[in-house]
């Protein structure tokens, strides 16, 4: 049985100890439940805590969340940007084709980029986004499998910044699960999108069913189970020791090569269509 204010509450006493007086937060927004729910999160922290909010929405032209996060941001009072991955030249499936990398594997690489200059250029201290227990578990033993041990050790509510252009990133979410979200998110009235990414299931990934069946069927045993399990990741020590980054020659972004990642997809697809005018 989920109680909606057990888990308000373990979201805020997480968001009171990310967030500063005076930050400015941009939390990043999906259209997805869990955003919508960490964004609420912070607006109420904002009753009891002074710094600035806004949100921000990367429309990746795959789905149709925009009057979605138009919808919530106008309900929450909060200032929303939304920037289209189309005014970049950027189209995913096409990018994935091009340069023979999964599509997701392209979208993470544009978000992270966009995720990180866009809310620098609105001002912000930190970012926010909607990652909720169960996504930290399943890149937890993710990682683990990959042999990634210093990735499963970055896995905090706050992601300290390892350069002077990249924000912190925080985690409101961090100690709340999947259904938590959900019915924090019904029992509310926000509106969300249900869609699903369609080019998700397109590729071969074979660990994440498996793994949620584990973790849900020790949560039935024992439940309270992800929430300790996240507590004690969330006290591992970091392991993780940052590459030098440099500067990307076109952008002047943090990149670890001399061209950053998202610069490279641009250049290849602009490459691509010249030839076809
Ligand atoms: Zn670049």
Redesign the pocket.
Known sequence: MVSVRASLERALRISRKIVASGDRVVVAVSGGKDSAVALYVLRELQKSKSFGLKALHIDLGLMHAVPVVEDLAERLGVELRVVRLGDYGIDIPLASRLLRRPPCSVCGAVKR?LLNKVPREMGATKVATGHNADDILLFFFKDLAQGRVDWASKLKPLVPSTHPKLLPRIRPLFEVTGEETLAIAESLGLLFTREKCPLAPLKGDWMSEPLKSFVLSVEEKHPGFRVQLVRGIAKIPDLYEPGTLRE??????P?SSE??S??RIRLKLSSVQSKTI
Do not use: D, M, T, W
């Not at 990307?248 to 972004?253: K, N, Q, S």
């Open positions: 980029y990307c020659r076109v952008c002047g972004e990149a061209v950053c998202f610069c």
